[in-house]
């Protein structure tokens, strides 16, 4: 025995349904398409005063020809600003020491007396850039004779002992000196 549906819903009201689906199918299509070519009238007549504006402006050459002009004498003005900016980025850029020489110079000058707890690298706008540099030393000798290295190195220009002072911290027979130094680093 097979098992079959039964629809117990009226004919008529199938039918009414099928209808009412097939109307508001077809009245949205139709509102749609109505929709779009107003839509599209609406654009066509914006281009053409556009167009009416452009071509009642037409009449007066000299005018249109003075505002091409300024149009492409501004054009030319950002156009130089651009190029200048771009010199000037790819001169400081050329002109900058890579961190890493900065950083292998710096231990170079270093001795084994004195040692950095703090190092800051600020970028400058011309070929200098500013390393601020603090930490201990053993003696004030040893601080003097890492200054001295620092100030020979023709890469770290106006070297300038900004405090040192001794620490309660005792080593050896002596306290420790802690110091900040400034200076800038020259570029190539």
Known sequence: ????????????????????????????????????????????????????????????????????????????????????????LGAMTAMQRSYSSVMAKLAETMNDQTWLQQLALD???????????AGSSVSHESLGDFMQRLSSDPMFRGVVLKSAQGSETRISGGSLVQFQIECDIVGR
Not at 3 to 15: F, G
Not at 125 to 132: M, V, Y
């Open 1 to 88: 025995m097979a098992l079959r549906d039964v629809n117990l819903i009226a004919a008529d009201i199938l039918e009414r349904r099928y209808a009412l689906r097939h109307l508001f199918m077809w009245c949205g299509g139709l509102i749609a398409v109505v929709a779009l070519m107003i839509g599209i009238y609406a654009y066509q007549t914006r281009i053409h005063d556009a167009a009416k504006r452009d071509l009642s402006n037409a009449g007066n050459p000299s005018a249109v020809l003075a505002a091409v002009v300024g149009e492409i004498k501004k054009g030319q003005q950002e156009l130089n600003i651009a190029l200048q900016e771009r010199a000037q």
């Open 123 to 133: 970028a400058g706008r011309d070929r200098l850039a500013r390393l601020k540099l």
